[in-house]
Protein backbone atom coordinates (compact mmCIF):
# COMPACT_ATOMS: atom_id res chain seq x y z
CA UNK A 1 0.00 0.00 0.00
CA UNK A 2 2.66 2.40 1.07
CA UNK A 3 3.91 2.52 -2.84
CA UNK A 4 0.63 3.49 -4.02
CA UNK A 5 0.79 6.43 -1.69
CA UNK A 6 3.96 7.43 -1.86
CA UNK A 7 3.80 7.35 -5.51
CA UNK A 8 5.02 10.70 -7.90
CA UNK A 9 1.14 11.80 -8.31
CA UNK A 10 2.18 13.49 -11.63
CA UNK A 11 3.32 10.57 -12.93
CA UNK A 12 -0.36 8.39 -12.40
CA UNK A 13 -1.47 6.26 -15.47
CA UNK A 14 -4.45 4.96 -14.02
CA UNK A 15 -6.74 6.59 -11.77
CA UNK A 16 -8.22 3.75 -10.12
CA UNK A 17 -5.57 0.51 -9.55
CA UNK A 18 -6.74 -3.10 -8.30
CA UNK A 19 -5.28 -4.01 -5.10
CA UNK A 20 -4.78 -7.49 -3.81
CA UNK A 21 -6.08 -8.92 -6.77
CA UNK A 22 -9.64 -7.28 -5.99
CA UNK A 23 -9.70 -9.41 -2.45
CA UNK A 24 -10.50 -7.39 0.51
CA UNK A 25 -8.26 -6.81 3.96
CA UNK A 26 -10.81 -7.25 6.17
CA UNK A 27 -10.06 -9.01 9.40
CA UNK A 28 -12.58 -11.35 11.16
CA UNK A 29 -13.64 -8.49 13.59
CA UNK A 30 -14.82 -6.32 10.39
CA UNK A 31 -17.87 -8.66 9.69
CA UNK A 32 -19.32 -7.78 12.90
CA UNK A 33 -20.37 -4.52 11.78
CA UNK A 34 -23.97 -4.18 12.46
CA UNK A 35 -26.54 -3.47 9.37
CA UNK A 36 -27.63 -0.05 9.36
CA UNK A 37 -25.09 1.27 11.49
CA UNK A 38 -22.43 2.67 9.53
CA UNK A 39 -18.95 3.13 11.61
CA UNK A 40 -17.14 6.72 10.89
CA UNK A 41 -13.92 6.70 12.40
CA UNK A 42 -12.37 9.34 14.51
CA UNK A 43 -10.49 12.13 12.92
CA UNK A 44 -7.07 12.22 13.11
CA UNK A 45 -4.48 14.42 14.80
CA UNK A 46 -4.71 16.73 11.86
CA UNK A 47 -8.30 16.85 12.12
CA UNK A 48 -9.13 15.44 9.01
CA UNK A 49 -11.43 12.22 8.37
CA UNK A 50 -10.28 8.93 8.15
CA UNK A 51 -12.73 6.13 6.60
CA UNK A 52 -15.42 4.58 7.57
CA UNK A 53 -17.18 0.34 7.79
CA UNK A 54 -20.75 -0.15 6.80
CA UNK A 55 -22.81 -3.78 6.33
CA UNK A 56 -24.83 -2.42 3.29
CA UNK A 57 -27.80 -4.55 2.25
CA UNK A 58 -30.88 -4.09 0.29
CA UNK A 59 -32.31 -1.97 2.96
CA UNK A 60 -29.83 0.32 3.45
CA UNK A 61 -30.44 1.67 -0.15
CA UNK A 62 -32.51 4.64 -0.38
CA UNK A 63 -35.69 4.34 -0.89
CA UNK A 64 -36.08 8.37 -1.99
CA UNK A 65 -33.40 9.83 -4.06
CA UNK A 66 -33.69 13.01 -4.90
CA UNK A 67 -32.80 15.11 -1.85
CA UNK A 68 -31.06 18.15 -1.30
CA UNK A 69 -28.11 17.45 1.49
CA UNK A 70 -26.24 20.29 3.13
CA UNK A 71 -22.46 19.10 3.49
CA UNK A 72 -19.92 20.28 6.63
CA UNK A 73 -16.86 21.20 5.27
CA UNK A 74 -13.87 18.93 6.36
CA UNK A 75 -10.53 20.27 7.80
CA UNK A 76 -9.04 22.70 5.18
CA UNK A 77 -12.21 22.93 3.40
CA UNK A 78 -12.06 26.54 1.58
CA UNK A 79 -14.82 28.80 0.50
CA UNK A 80 -12.87 29.67 -2.59
CA UNK A 81 -12.75 25.78 -3.30
CA UNK A 82 -16.79 25.60 -4.45
CA UNK A 83 -15.93 28.35 -7.44
CA UNK A 84 -13.38 26.00 -9.15
CA UNK A 85 -15.33 23.36 -10.04
CA UNK A 86 -12.26 21.12 -8.90
CA UNK A 87 -12.75 20.20 -5.33
CA UNK A 88 -15.87 18.22 -3.88
CA UNK A 89 -16.99 17.66 -0.06
CA UNK A 90 -17.42 13.93 -1.08
CA UNK A 91 -18.89 11.21 0.81
CA UNK A 92 -16.87 8.66 2.74
CA UNK A 93 -19.72 6.15 2.99
CA UNK A 94 -22.12 7.20 0.24
CA UNK A 95 -26.12 8.02 0.52
CA UNK A 96 -27.22 6.02 -2.14
CA UNK A 97 -25.27 2.97 -0.42
CA UNK A 98 -26.63 4.05 2.88
CA UNK A 99 -29.06 6.53 2.84
CA UNK A 100 -27.30 8.67 5.47
CA UNK A 101 -26.89 12.34 5.84
CA UNK A 102 -23.69 13.61 5.54
CA UNK A 103 -21.56 14.48 8.72
CA UNK A 104 -18.47 15.36 9.37
CA UNK A 105 -16.50 12.11 10.43
CA UNK A 106 -18.01 10.95 6.50
CA UNK A 107 -16.94 13.85 4.49
CA UNK A 108 -13.73 14.62 3.00
CA UNK A 109 -11.69 16.63 -0.05
CA UNK A 110 -12.04 14.80 -3.41
CA UNK A 111 -11.58 15.51 -6.88
CA UNK A 112 -14.23 15.94 -8.94
CA UNK A 113 -12.83 13.24 -11.18
CA UNK A 114 -12.75 10.95 -7.75
CA UNK A 115 -16.20 12.12 -6.56
CA UNK A 116 -18.48 11.71 -9.58
CA UNK A 117 -16.44 8.90 -11.84
CA UNK A 118 -14.00 6.44 -9.99
CA UNK A 119 -15.95 6.22 -6.81
CA UNK A 120 -19.00 6.69 -8.43
CA UNK A 121 -18.57 3.68 -10.87
CA UNK A 122 -17.83 1.41 -8.02
CA UNK A 123 -20.22 2.55 -5.88
CA UNK A 124 -22.92 1.99 -8.65
CA UNK A 125 -20.97 -1.18 -9.16
CA UNK A 126 -21.97 -2.20 -5.95
CA UNK A 127 -25.66 -0.95 -5.50
CA UNK A 128 -26.48 -2.30 -8.41
CA UNK A 129 -25.23 -6.16 -7.28
CA UNK A 130 -26.99 -5.94 -3.80
CA UNK A 131 -30.17 -4.74 -5.50
CA UNK A 132 -30.08 -7.65 -8.32
CA UNK A 133 -28.65 -10.35 -6.08
CA UNK A 134 -29.85 -9.44 -2.25
CA UNK A 135 -27.05 -9.80 -0.63
CA UNK A 136 -25.31 -8.20 2.02
CA UNK A 137 -21.91 -6.40 1.44
CA UNK A 138 -19.15 -5.29 4.27
CA UNK A 139 -17.88 -2.23 2.97
CA UNK A 140 -14.69 0.27 4.00
CA UNK A 141 -13.20 2.95 2.39
CA UNK A 142 -10.25 4.51 4.54
CA UNK A 143 -8.64 8.42 3.75
CA UNK A 144 -5.02 8.19 2.57
CA UNK A 145 -3.13 10.94 2.71
CA UNK A 146 0.64 11.96 3.06
CA UNK A 147 2.18 14.03 5.61
CA UNK A 148 0.37 16.68 6.99
CA UNK A 149 -1.50 17.23 3.86
CA UNK A 150 -5.36 18.49 4.16
CA UNK A 151 -5.87 16.82 1.16
CA UNK A 152 -5.68 12.86 0.70
CA UNK A 153 -3.31 10.99 -2.40
CA UNK A 154 -6.30 8.66 -2.58
CA UNK A 155 -8.52 6.54 -1.07
CA UNK A 156 -8.96 2.42 -0.61
CA UNK A 157 -12.10 0.82 -1.11
CA UNK A 158 -12.91 -2.36 0.08
CA UNK A 159 -15.86 -4.51 -0.46
CA UNK A 160 -17.12 -8.36 0.01
CA UNK A 161 -20.41 -10.05 0.09
CA UNK A 162 -21.57 -12.20 2.99
CA UNK A 163 -21.41 -15.97 1.45
CA UNK A 164 -21.12 -14.75 -1.98
CA UNK A 165 -17.90 -14.29 -4.00
CA UNK A 166 -18.10 -10.98 -5.05
CA UNK A 167 -15.15 -8.66 -3.98
CA UNK A 168 -13.86 -5.20 -4.70
CA UNK A 169 -10.51 -3.76 -3.63
CA UNK A 170 -9.42 -0.29 -5.53
CA UNK A 171 -7.22 2.19 -4.75
CA UNK A 172 -8.88 5.20 -6.06
CA UNK A 173 -6.20 8.58 -6.92
CA UNK A 174 -7.23 11.77 -6.14
CA UNK A 175 -6.47 13.40 -9.12
CA UNK A 176 -8.11 15.73 -11.62
CA UNK A 177 -7.50 15.47 -15.07
CA UNK A 178 -5.93 18.86 -16.90
CA UNK A 179 -4.95 19.80 -13.18
CA UNK A 180 -2.34 20.04 -11.22
CA UNK A 181 -2.56 21.39 -7.72
CA UNK A 182 -0.62 21.07 -4.02
CA UNK A 183 -1.98 18.33 -1.66
CA UNK A 184 -1.30 20.52 1.47
CA UNK A 185 -3.43 22.99 0.94
CA UNK A 186 -5.42 23.14 -2.73
CA UNK A 187 -3.57 25.17 -4.31
CA UNK A 188 -3.94 25.17 -8.13
CA UNK A 189 -0.66 25.16 -9.74
CA UNK A 190 -2.00 24.24 -13.46
CA UNK A 191 -5.12 23.93 -14.96
CA UNK A 192 -5.25 23.47 -18.50
CA UNK A 193 -9.10 23.19 -18.55
CA UNK A 194 -10.69 24.55 -21.38
CA UNK A 195 -14.32 24.90 -20.17
CA UNK A 196 -12.75 26.19 -16.31
CA UNK A 197 -13.97 29.87 -16.94
CA UNK A 198 -17.19 28.78 -17.95
CA UNK A 199 -17.47 25.90 -15.50
CA UNK A 200 -16.53 28.60 -12.51
CA UNK A 201 -19.20 30.81 -13.95
CA UNK A 202 -22.11 28.06 -14.47
CA UNK A 203 -20.85 26.67 -10.79
CA UNK A 204 -22.34 30.34 -8.87
CA UNK A 205 -25.30 30.74 -11.22
CA UNK A 206 -26.21 26.74 -9.50
CA UNK A 207 -25.11 27.68 -6.16
CA UNK A 208 -27.28 30.43 -5.72
CA UNK A 209 -30.12 28.48 -7.38
CA UNK A 210 -29.67 25.58 -4.46
CA UNK A 211 -29.79 28.05 -1.71
CA UNK A 212 -32.77 29.35 -3.23
CA UNK A 213 -34.57 25.67 -3.10
CA UNK A 214 -32.78 24.77 0.00
CA UNK A 215 -35.42 26.93 1.78
CA UNK A 216 -38.17 24.29 1.05
CA UNK A 217 -36.03 21.15 2.03
CA UNK A 218 -36.32 19.47 5.31
CA UNK A 219 -34.62 16.72 7.34
CA UNK A 220 -36.71 13.19 7.32
CA UNK A 221 -36.58 9.72 8.81
CA UNK A 222 -37.72 6.88 6.82
CA UNK A 223 -39.20 3.96 8.55
CA UNK A 224 -38.33 1.58 5.39
CA UNK A 225 -41.08 -0.86 7.46
CA UNK A 226 -43.50 0.98 7.85
CA UNK A 227 -43.40 3.61 4.68
CA UNK A 228 -43.61 6.25 7.14
CA UNK A 229 -41.55 9.58 7.18
CA UNK A 230 -40.83 11.67 10.25
CA UNK A 231 -39.02 15.06 10.63
CA UNK A 232 -35.34 14.22 12.12
CA UNK A 233 -35.08 16.50 14.75
CA UNK A 234 -38.27 15.76 16.65
CA UNK A 235 -37.32 12.62 18.14
CA UNK A 236 -40.32 10.79 17.75
CA UNK A 237 -41.30 8.30 19.60
CA UNK A 238 -43.04 5.98 17.12
CA UNK A 239 -39.04 5.55 15.91
CA UNK A 240 -37.66 4.45 19.46
CA UNK A 241 -37.92 0.35 18.57
CA UNK A 242 -36.88 0.16 15.06
CA UNK A 243 -34.19 -1.89 13.70
CA UNK A 244 -31.17 0.33 12.06
CA UNK A 245 -31.84 -1.64 8.95
CA UNK A 246 -34.91 0.23 8.61
CA UNK A 247 -33.96 3.53 9.08
CA UNK A 248 -32.65 5.78 6.34
CA UNK A 249 -32.39 9.49 6.36
CA UNK A 250 -33.11 12.14 3.55
CA UNK A 251 -33.39 15.91 2.92
CA UNK A 252 -36.39 16.69 0.56
CA UNK A 253 -39.41 18.15 0.07
CA UNK A 254 -42.97 16.40 1.69
CA UNK A 255 -43.98 16.15 -1.98
CA UNK A 256 -41.13 14.46 -3.62
CA UNK A 257 -41.62 11.60 -0.25
CA UNK A 258 -45.62 11.36 -1.11
CA UNK A 259 -44.90 11.22 -4.27
CA UNK A 260 -42.22 8.19 -3.76
CA UNK A 261 -45.51 6.00 -1.83
CA UNK A 262 -45.06 7.30 1.91
CA UNK A 263 -46.96 8.84 4.13
CA UNK A 264 -46.75 11.57 6.73
CA UNK A 265 -46.22 10.17 10.50
CA UNK A 266 -49.17 11.70 12.29
CA UNK A 267 -47.16 11.88 15.68
CA UNK A 268 -44.26 14.58 14.25
CA UNK A 269 -45.45 16.05 11.43
Known sequence: MNELVNVNINKVQESVVIVNNDKPLFEKQDYQTIEGKPKYFELDEHGRSSGAIAMLSIDTIPLVTKKKITYPSPSGWKTYFENKRLFEKCHIIAYSLSARLAQTNNIFIGTRNLNRSSMKKIENEIGEYIKDNLV?????????????????????????????????????????????????????????????????????????????KSKVNENYIINTKTKKFHLLDKNCSKLDNVLPQNIQETTAKQKDLLDAGLKRCKECI
Do not use: H, M
Request: with cysteine; net charge positive; proline share 1%.
Open 136 to 212: KILYRVTIKYKGKDQIPIGILIEAQAINDKFSICRFCYNVQEGVKFQYSDGKIIKDSRIWSKILEKGSKITKVANKK
